[in-house]
């Protein structure tokens, strides 16, 4: 037996920890996340490689999963308690922060329920219920919100002179309703408001099997937040995207330099040639000093001239190939750079370093420290720029998570997105949004069928037939609700 075969099973995990450790000190945060990721797959037991991959992971969910199956590994772990805090501190500052955009936005419903998650999180925070008292929409909430902030700050007569002014408007509305009751209790028992009068508007839905964020967005398998692939569909869960989505301005100082440099080496380059064609005519040799008539001299000189200037020419041609070398390098570097290919990063930066080392030597050699130092600082100036821009060239992998299009404000807007979804075969990503179209288009026939088709995808049939009947409700004539009926049919049937 080899001593490979006579390790013990996690020799290998251990490995790939220690790893991931060393390559996350060293900043290389894409293979630590890489050796890591493969550490605990191997040993999903290790609560330090559990602790070292929310280090290195983007996402703030994941790191909270990371963390939280650490601590359930090591729940005396002080270092796992930190940072788990303080990554739930990262995700209530995020949250808050878009409820506030959302309701400068004007996008109060948005804004709420964003507003609300904080609070669950945090019931102290001062700010969310500053916000939520502008935001809720009936005056009890708005007074409860109130009264929580007040709590949180007493000495604050701003918000205590809010708080008299609901009290105020909540006494008028009762007033109101007295002096409105003989004529309330006309009403027909029968009348749609006087149902709905008691209907709790603020109950959370009832749990569903889509709420889970790490179902697969294609097939609604089940999944772990580190795999790459559907272990089912065999789907990518990963998106790749840049790190910064636009250019920096530093990336187009940086394009604007390496331009100017361009310029430089063909002014160089076409002041060579002019300077080779006027000795060229001082000796004679040629009619016409121009830097066409030079180049044609210098690589095809005169049949009679040819042997007795080969000698001569061989390092002009060699010093004119070097310069075309160097103008058509910092032409591809330019290219790279506007195209953001990360190859062409690396180059900019070695010849940043080397365009250092080169300033240096010259200041040493030159025995002029004025014109070498700011020779020395400009191309000191080139390496951090270099350093700068890097996150313009760098991509981040981000796990694709079964939650709805943050962008989305409207019902047209979750149809949109479940459309596109669904044309790309993520059927439970299409799922969740025709869920939200359908609540706020209950009359609207699109949201239903788009239900059914994903559902019948997803083969779960009872919840297409759910969806189907409600369609049918809706349009009992529609030749799309006729067709999908028969679709369902063939699919219970094993026909689809």
């Not at 000190?25 to 191997?42: F, N, Q």
């Not at 601590?71 to 796992?80: H, M, T, V």
């Not at 962008?407 to 479940?418: G, I, L, Q, T």
Request: glycine share 6%; aromatic share 8%.
């Amino acid at each position: 037996m080899t001593h490979a075969e006579a390790s013990p099973p996690d020799t290998d995990a251990d490995a790939l920890l220690r790893e991931g450790m060393a390559a996350a000190k060293a900043g290389d945060r894409e293979r630590a996340r890489e050796l890591l990721t493969r550490a605990v797959k191997l040993d999903d037991r290790n609560a330090t490689a559990w602790l070292w991959l929310s280090g290195v992971v983007d996402d703030l969910n994941h790191r909270e999963i990371c963390l939280q199956t650490a601590l359930k590994l090591d729940p005396q772990n002080e270092a796992i308690q930190r940072g788990l805090a303080h990554v739930r501190q990262q995700k209530l500052e995020q949250l808050l922060q878009a409820g506030i955009t959302a309701a400068q936005r004007g996008q109060p419903d948005h804004a709420r329920g964003l507003l609300l998650r904080v609070v669950e999180m945090d019931e102290k925070n001062l700010t969310a219920w500053l916000w939520l008292a502008d935001l809720v929409p009936s005056l009890k909430d708005r007074e409860t919100a109130l009264e929580n902030a007040l709590t949180l700050d007493p000495s604050n007569d701003t918000i205590r002179q809010r708080l008299e002014q609901v009290h105020e408007e909540m006494d008028l509305e009762r007033q109101t309703r007295a002096e409105m009751a003989p004529r309330l209790e006309e009403v027909p028992a029968h009348d749609p408001a006087a149902l709905t009068e008691d209907f709790d508007w603020e109950r959370p839905p009832p749990a569903d099997e889509f709420d889970n964020e790490l179902l697969c967005p294609y097939c609604a398998s089940p999944t772990v937040f580190e795999d790459k692939r559907c272990r089912a569909c065999g789907a990518t869960l990963v998106t790749k995207t840049r790190i910064r989505e636009q250019p920096s301005s530093l990336l187009w100082i940086a394009i604007t330099l390496q331009l100017g440099q361009v310029g430089s080496n063909l002014a160089i380059l076409f002041s060579a040639l002019v300077a080779l064609a006027l000795g060229l005519q001082a000796e004679g040799l040629i009619e016409f000093p121009t830097a066409g008539v030079a180049l044609q001299f210098l690589f095809r000189p005169p049949v009679e001239l040819a042997a007795e200037l080969s000698i001569m020419l061989l390092p002009l041609r060699l010093l004119f190939v070097g310069v075309t070398v160097v103008v058509l390098f910092s032409i591809v570097v330019l290219i790279g750079l506007f195209m953001r290919w990360r190859f062409f990063w690396y180059l900019y930066l070695g010849n940043a370093g080397l365009g250092l080392l080169v300033t240096v030597a010259a200041m040493l050699l030159s025995g002029s420290p004025v014109c070498g130092g700011i020779a020395v600082l400009l191309a000191l100036a080139m390496v951090f720029l270099a350093f700068q821009i890097q996150d313009d060239f760098f991509f981040k992998y981000s796990r694709i998570l079964l939650r709805p299009v943050q962008s989305a404000r409207s019902a047209v807007d979750y149809v949109s997105h479940a459309r596109k979804y669904a044309r790309q075969g993520m059927w439970a990503m299409a799922v969740i949004h025709y869920q939200r179209a359908a609540g706020a288009m209950s009359s609207q026939l699109e949201p239903q069928l788009g239900l059914t088709l994903c559902f019948i995808q997803l083969k779960r049939y009872d919840r297409a037939a759910a969806a189907l009947a409600e369609a049918q409700r809706i349009s009992p004539d529609s030749p799309h609700v006729a067709e999908l009926t028969t679709m369902l049919e063939e699919a219970r049937k094993g026909g689809a």
